[in-house]
């Protein structure tokens, strides 16, 4: 799909396009188009719970300890649940590429949403942000 947008006097109306539908035809298509701000709202919702799961979050724990056995545990979670409360205030950018970094691909059908994440996602996340530790 292909974001898109309609003006309509002052308002504008963003949508994702189904590039097939553009090329064999909207017919041949179940789904052509749909609104942006729905796609995105469901994403943001299921990052935002990716971001709290404590199974997730013990996963990428140990594998982040297990690349750097000097990794502060409770700090990483600590840092990871203070994302979440300031999510509305992060830039959009920084949300952006969280949910790059945590989003593999979404896929949009008649039947509904698939959002599929990044396996190794939540420990790329942490080591983005975790401070860097001088080597002595």
């Not at 949009?108 to 599929?116: C, F, K, M």
Request: glycine share 4%; aromatic share 4%.
């Amino acid at each position: 799909m292909t974001p898109g947008a309609t003006h309509k006097g002052d308002k504008v109306y963003r949508y994702y396009v189904n590039t097939a539908s553009m090329k064999i035809g909207k017919e041949a298509c179940s789904v052509t188009r749909v609104p942006a701000g729905e796609i995105e709202a469901a994403v943001i919702a299921q990052v935002r719970k990716v971001l709290q799961a404590p199974e997730l979050m013990s996963q990428a724990i140990r594998e982040v300890v297990a690349l750097d056995p000097a990794a502060d545990a409770q700090q990483v979670i600590t840092m990871l649940q203070s994302i979440e409360p300031v999510w509305d205030e992060l830039f959009p950018a920084e949300q952006a590429r969280i949910i790059q970094l945590l989003v593999e691909q979404v896929t949009v059908s008649q039947t509904g949403l698939r959002i599929d994440m990044k396996t190794a996602g939540m420990k790329e996340l942490i080591q983005s942000v975790m401070p860097a530790r001088k080597v002595a």
